[in-house]
C-alpha cells in the first residue's frame, strides 16, 4: 500500500453530448449527482477537487468546490486527470467521473485500501468485459510521465493507457457501482432515474 497523500477528482469537465444535458447537473435526492460525487469523495480522502474546463470554471455548480482546471484541449478525460497530477505531482489521486450514479463509499474506500504502491494504476476490473475501469481508479503519484508518453504517441483513452501499464487490478466489491449514465436510455435505467 501507497504511503502517499491521496487527493479526490471528481472529472466534471465532459460535454455530456450523448446525454443531451450537463451529467455532472443530473438532479439526486436533493442534489447534484456532482455534489453527490465530491460527499463520497470527501468521506474518503483530505481534499477534493472538480474537474472542469476553461469554460466551466465559473459554473454555478462546479464553482462551489475546489476546482483544477484543464489544462489541456480535446484530450478527453486524460486531460483532467493529467491537469491534476501537474498540479499537485506529490499525492496520489482517487479520480472518478461524476457519472456513477451507483458509486458508493465502499466502492472507493476498497479502492484506496488496497492501492498498491509498486504500480502506476490501481483500477478495478470492469463487470461488463473484464478490462480496466480508468474512471474509478487510482493514479499514483509519479505516473505523469506515463500518461505523457502515450499522449504524444496519439493515445489519449485512460483505458488503453491502463492496459498497456503495469496496473494494479481489483475486483468490484459491487459489480453494478461502476455502471454509468451516458444516454436518456441509461438515465432511465438508473437510480437517478426518479428524480429527472
Same mark, same amino acid.
Given at each position: 500500500?501507497?504511503?502517499?497523500?491521496?487527493?479526490?477528482?471528481?472529472?466534471?469537465?465532459?460535454?455530456?453530448?450523448?446525454?443531451?444535458?450537463?451529467?455532472?447537473?443530473?438532479?439526486?435526492?436533493?442534489?447534484?449527482?456532482?455534489?453527490?460525487?465530491?460527499?463520497?469523495?470527501?468521506?474518503?480522502?483530505?481534499?477534493?477537487?472538480?474537474?472542469?474546463?476553461?469554460?466551466?470554471?465559473?459554473?454555478?455548480?462546479?464553482?462551489?468546490?475546489?476546482?483544477? =482546471?484543464?489544462?489541456? +484541449?480535446?484530450?478527453?478525460?486524460?486531460?483532467?486527470? *493529467? %491537469?491534476? @497530477? #501537474?498540479?499537485?505531482?506529490?499525492?496520489?489521486?482517487? =479520480?472518478?467521473?461524476? +457519472?456513477?450514479?451507483?458509486?458508493?463509499?465502499?466502492? *472507493? %474506500?476498497? @479502492? #484506496?485500501?488496497?492501492?498498491?504502491?509498486?504500480?502506476?494504476?490501481?483500477?478495478?476490473?470492469?463487470?461488463?468485459?473484464?478490462?480496466?475501469?480508468?474512471?474509478?481508479?487510482?493514479?499514483?503519484?509519479?505516473?505523469?510521465?506515463?500518461?505523457?508518453?502515450?499522449?504524444?504517441?496519439?493515445?489519449?483513452?485512460?483505458?488503453?493507457?491502463?492496459?498497456?501499464?503495469?496496473?494494479?487490478?481489483?475486483?468490484?466489491?459491487?459489480?453494478?457501482?461502476?455502471?454509468?449514465?451516458?444516454?436518456?436510455?441509461?438515465?432511465?435505467?438508473?437510480?437517478?432515474?426518479?428524480?429527472?
Amino acid at each position: 500500500m501507497s504511503d502517499k497523500p491521496v487527493y479526490g477528482l471528481v472529472l466534471a469537465g465532459g460535454k455530456s453530448r450523448r446525454m443531451g444535458r450537463d451529467k455532472a447537473l443530473l438532479p439526486r435526492d436533493g442534489q447534484s449527482q456532482l455534489a453527490y460525487i465530491v460527499g463520497l469523495m470527501n468521506r474518503c480522502v483530505d481534499k477534493v477537487f472538480v474537474s472542469t474546463r476553461a469554460d466551466q470554471e465559473n459554473d454555478a455548480e462546479r464553482n462551489r468546490y475546489a476546482q483544477i =482546471v484543464d489544462r489541456f +484541449d480535446d484530450l478527453g478525460p486524460v486531460a483532467g486527470i *493529467l %491537469s491534476a @497530477l #501537474l498540479e499537485y505531482p506529490e499525492v496520489d489521486w482517487l =479520480v472518478a467521473a461524476c +457519472d456513477l450514479p451507483n458509486v458508493n463509499e465502499q466502492t *472507493l %474506500s476498497n @479502492l #484506496l485500501q488496497q492501492r498498491s504502491s509498486g504500480h502506476p494504476f490501481t483500477a478495478y476490473i470492469s463487470s461488463h468485459d473484464g478490462l480496466p475501469e480508468p474512471l474509478c481508479a487510482i493514479y499514483h503519484s509519479g505516473c505523469t510521465e506515463i500518461i505523457e508518453q502515450f499522449i504524444a504517441a496519439g493515445v489519449n483513452c485512460p483505458r488503453k493507457i491502463l492496459i498497456q501499464s503495469e496496473t494494479e487490478l481489483l475486483q468490484q466489491p459491487d459489480p453494478r457501482s461502476l455502471d454509468n449514465v451516458n444516454t436518456p436510455d441509461d438515465l432511465q435505467n438508473s437510480v437517478l432515474r426518479a428524480n429527472s
